[in-house]
């Protein structure tokens, strides 16, 4: 089955740099968010995206935006990056909840690691 | 928004042993996730489990939504369990598909 595709997988930028990650979700998901996860913590959800609209908005930094695209694809553009930004990175997709029996299920993609040096 | 707590954050267990992971919640919920984040990083969904009692092979899952706790069941573990669990539920009943995390329960299971 398919599943989220993130990309890259890895990426090393420099402070004060720009870095863009990109996000396809599962085929007919209409929800897609991005997760944020340091070293030895607990993803922590940046935002997200509903029929391309923003949803939610959680503790994503002002440095940061995200668009979600006509094919669905989302971007998560960090630009002015700190040493504190590295972190993986987590695209997740779902479909709303009247569309699925198994409820509001939410997959993540394997995470994009970002390293700022 | 809603706490999500998990016991223990250290679990060693010797392979082939059983153990119990507990995840507390400090609201009612309508979405119950528990993951395995392996070595690599990957997130893996276990369960999505609001309410009552799922088994997947040697993993099981049971929530208890009126009182705001769900446990995960591993048997018989094997190395390839070792990771980190995370429990998860919805931030806000206005946020339905955010979720929060709980810290995670870190699993070493040793040969």
């Known amino acids: 089955a398919a599943g989220v595709i993130q990309s890259p997988r890895h990426l090393i930028k420099e402070k004060r740099e720009t870095a863009t990650l990109k996000c396809y979700p599962i085929?007919?998901?209409?929800?897609v968010y991005w997760y944020q996860q340091g070293p030895g913590q607990d993803p922590q959800f940046l935002i997200s995206?509903?029929?391309?609209?923003?949803?939610d908005k959680g503790s994503i930094p002002d440095r940061f935006s995200a668009q979600q695209f006509s094919d669905y694809h989302s971007e998560l553009n960090m630009s002015s990056l700190e040493l504190g930004d590295s972190a993986l990175y987590f695209c997740a997709s779902s479909l709303v909840e009247k569309f699925m029996s198994s409820g509001n299920t939410i997959y993540f993609g394997e995470g994009s690691w970002l390293t700022v040096v | 928004g809603i706490q999500v707590e998990q016991s223990p954050p250290d679990l060693i267990l010797q392979e082939g042993a059983n153990s119990t992971l507990r995840c507390n919640f400090s609201d009612s919920v309508n979405n119950l996730q528990w993951f395995h984040q392996n070595p690599w990083g990957q997130l893996i969904n276990l369960f999505y489990i609001p309410s009552g009692t799922k088994q997947n092979g040697r993993l099981s899952a049971t929530t208890v939504a009126t009182e705001r706790y769900s446990l995960l069941y591993i048997s018989s573990s094997q190395t390839t369990d070792s990771g980190v669990y995370f429990c998860?539920?919805?931030?806000?009943?206005?946020?339905?598909?955010?979720?929060?995390f709980g810290s995670g329960t870190q699993l070493t299971v040793l040969p």
């Open positions: 995206f509903y029929e391309k609209m923003q949803s």
């Open positions: 998860a539920a919805p931030f806000s009943s206005g946020s339905a598909r955010q979720l929060t």
């Open positions: 085929p007919r998901h209409d929800t």
